[in-house]
């Protein structure tokens, strides 16, 4: 087994498979059989090691350990930080961002979807819509699906509140302003 290092944005994850490199030349995907830990699972860890997907969780850098029969590597991965863009729509394409310039507005019983964006440092975005876990700070202002199964927000009584998206450590908010009808 030999190792390498990679950048991975916070938030997001990146397959890595093991092999084994055999005396006689030949190589062997052994990702079934090896174990992985993190030395720190507060900056990027493995789901399980049957998909062996390491998720970056919080900015800094972490030693993905892979253990097999006796033979250790080590591969470094260094998180990079991330952000999430809330933004207006149901569609996949990028839309208007809802920030405190620009806030949802909704009228008491109106439904507006809404997606969420992690953002990498490099400015390339990735829609995390149905990935994020949401939140309504104040459900009886403006609720959200307690189920996760949409990303829409209804206007339930005139005010103001604010709705979150959270992926591995990472939170966008946006503002929410109900009004009468």
């Known amino acids: 087994m030999t190792g390498k290092s990679f950048d991975l ?6 397959w890595i498979t093991a092999y084994g490199h055999y005396s006689d030349g030949s190589k062997e995907d052994i ?3 090896v174990s992985y830990s993190s030395s720190d699972r507060n900056v990027a860890y493995v789901i399980d090691e049957i998909d062996s997907n390491v998720h970056g969780r919080n ?5 993905i350990n892979v253990d ?7 591969v470094a991965v260094n998180v990079t930080a991330s952000t999430i863009e809330i933004q207006e729509g149901c569609s996949s394409s990028q839309t208007d961002i809802i920030d405190d310039s620009n806030p949802l507005e909704l009228t008491i019983d109106e ?24 939140k309504s ?6 609720s959200m699906d307690l189920l996760q199964r949409n990303s829409k927000v209804t206007g339930v009584a005139a005010g103001s509140t604010t709705v979150s998206a959270t ?10 302003v109900v009004s009468e009808p």
Do not use: M
């Open 111 to 134: 439904e507006q979807c809404i997606n969420a964006w992690l953002v990498h440092k490099d400015g390339t975005k990735e829609r995390v819509t149905t990935t994020v876990f949401w």
């Open 59 to 63: 900015p800094s850098t972490a030693t």
């Open 137 to 142: 700070q104040d459900q009886s202002i403006a």
């Open 9 to 14: 944005p916070q938030g997001d994850k990146e």
């Open 68 to 74: 097999w029969q006796g033979v250790h590597a080590e």
């Open 31 to 33: 990702n079934r059989y």
């Open 167 to 176: 992926l591995d450590g990472v939170t966008g908010k946006a503002p929410v």
